[in-house]
């Protein structure tokens, strides 16, 4: 870890306390909590991922994206594009310290509502493996709007396009189309934690988690050329 990179985590630590992040999130999981303790045991491994991947939207798409909003309000992501911070340790910083929320209370949650007694491998790669993906896939979308308002609407569509493998997940209309999806195989991965899957499954999910891991990497770092380098330039 570079000094630079060490210095944007503690700098991101910071700001996400400061934004109110972590107050968030603690709310949501005990409402998560306190509505998960409604439905019946049986149920509850098969309908736990469901609610992690909702969960990761707030700590991801959403809070990478107010981040990105208030560093440009306060100048601050104008003044990175002409730092020597590379691009790839200022989105490692927004997909470390984010992610390392979202395992922790994605945990927290499973702890406290389905015991111990289930896979912590692969809900923790699932849990990194989507985290990374909405967090750079948040900061693709966001990196051209300048304000809340503009960005609330378009986001939900985006939001909506990501959490369509959920569809297949519950049965609602099975498709082999859905594994063509980024957030598919983060998907299987949990859901393998608490009902039995095919070793076909877990091959899919760690490697096409770390193809589309790559493809988002590659979208996150060409919008903040296009949309914060380029228009630093013009100024």
Known sequence: MTTKLASTLKLDLRLQSRYGFYYASALTAILMIILLRQLPLQDLGFLIPVFLVGNLVLN???FVAGMVLFEKSEGTLQALAVSPLPIREYLASKVGTLTLLSVVENFAIILLIYGPSFDLLPVLAGTVAMAAIYVL??????????????????????VTALQLPLVD??????????????????????????????????????????????GAYILASKAF???????????
Do not use: D, H
């Open 169 to 214: 997940y519950l049965g609602i209309f099975k498709s082999p189309v859905f594994y063509l999806f980024p957030a598919q195989a983060p998907l299987v991965l949990m859901g393998s934690a608490f009902t039995p899957a095919e070793s076909w499954q877990i091959a899919y999910g760690l490697v096409y988690s770390l193809i589309c891991i790559g």
């Open 60 to 62: 991801t798409f959403y």
């Open 137 to 158: 896939a948040g900061f693709a979308v966001v990196a051209k709007y300048n304000s809340i308002s503009e960005y609330i609407m378009p986001s939900v569509i985006y």
């Open 225 to 235: 050329r296009k949309y914060i380098v380029r228009q630093e330039g013009e100024i």
